[in-house]
């Protein structure tokens, strides 16, 4: 999956809803932008810096490390659904 966010400040401060989305299909999240701000992008987005010669090689080598993690990163995006989030949140307020 493609997120073409650009590559500037305002993207590294945001929480895009379609980040967990692409998580959530356990495809592998490509991007030219750093989302390393948000939880879990160092392990499953493959930032794509340029594309150079060992481009084509270098894909496929991530897409073989990736398909290992497929269902990690399905369980993984699950923890970060709103409803997930709420039911933490309340825990946390709520339980003594």
């Given at each position: 999956?493609?997120?073409?966010?650009?590559?500037?400040?305002?993207?590294?401060?945001?929480?895009?809803?379609?980040y967990?989305?692409?998580?959530?299909?356990?495809?592998?999240?490509?991007?030219?932008?750093?989302?390393?701000?948000?939880?879990?992008?160092?392990?499953?987005?493959?930032?794509?810096?340029?594309?150079?010669?060992?481009?084509?090689?270098?894909?496929?080598?991530v897409?073989?490390?990736?398909?290992?993690?497929?269902?990690?990163?399905?369980?993984?995006?699950?923890?970060?659904?709103w409803?997930?989030?709420?039911?933490?949140?309340?825990?946390?307020?709520?339980?003594?």
């Open positions: 999956i493609l997120l073409p966010y650009n590559n500037t400040e305002f993207s590294q401060s945001i929480s895009p809803a379609k967990f989305e692409s998580l959530a299909t356990g495809s592998l999240v490509l991007t030219g932008s750093d989302l390393t701000h948000l939880p879990g992008a160092k392990k499953y987005v493959f930032q794509v810096q340029e594309y150079g010669v060992d481009f084509e090689k270098e894909l496929c080598e897409l073989k490390m990736h398909s290992l993690l497929r269902s990690e990163q399905i369980d993984f995006a699950k923890s970060h659904t409803r997930e989030r709420f039911r933490q949140l309340s825990e946390y307020l709520f339980d003594e």
